[in-house]
């Protein structure tokens, strides 16, 4: 990954900004390609995933920025970022400490597929988030 010129707020500027102030951001894993979670980054969240190589995110929840795996010590180390036609999506192709980005325990956050019966649990829990989170 080749850092922004820290001068310069262009590249930020290019980012389609919603009304929140917010950006979609979709982690996918280096290698396998697959889609690990779909989170939210402002301005300063980006800045410092570029700054430190590794994803920093906007908590809507916590109201507050989330350096991925700060809790969990599963880290997305950022290999690539790209920015969508539209300039309102952001992709980060990451490596994923620990093998678990989702926090109730799984390889990836996308482990509920829509069948007849309605939704259904296909991906197994890699940790427990108590032993996780310690809650």
């Known amino acids: 990954m080749q850092a922004a010129d820290s001068d310069t707020e262009q590249w930020l500027d290019a980012v389609a900004w919603n009304s929140d102030g917010l950006v979609a951001v979709i982690a996918q894993e280096v290698g396998?390609?697959?889609?690990?979670?779909?989170?939210?980054?402002?301005?300063?969240?980006?800045?410092?995933t570029v700054a430190l190589g590794e994803a920093v995110y906007w908590s809507r929840s916590r109201g507050r920025l989330w350096h991925k795996g700060e809790s969990s010590g599963h880290v997305q180390h950022v290999e690539d970022i790209r920015l969508d036609c539209d300039g309102d999506a952001v992709l980060l192709t990451v490596r994923q400490d620990g093998g678990i980005a989702c926090h109730t325990g799984r390889?990836?956050?996308?482990?509920?597929?829509?069948?007849?019966?309605?939704?259904?649990?296909?991906?197994?829990?890699?940790?427990?988030?108590?032993?996780?989170?310690?809650?």
């Open 107 to 135: 390889h990836r956050c996308f482990y509920r597929q829509l069948t007849d019966a309605g939704w259904r649990s296909v991906e197994p829990v890699l940790k427990a988030p108590e032993a996780i989170y310690g809650k």
């Open 32 to 48: 396998s390609g697959e889609v690990l979670m779909l989170a939210w980054m402002n301005r300063e969240a980006l800045r410092r």
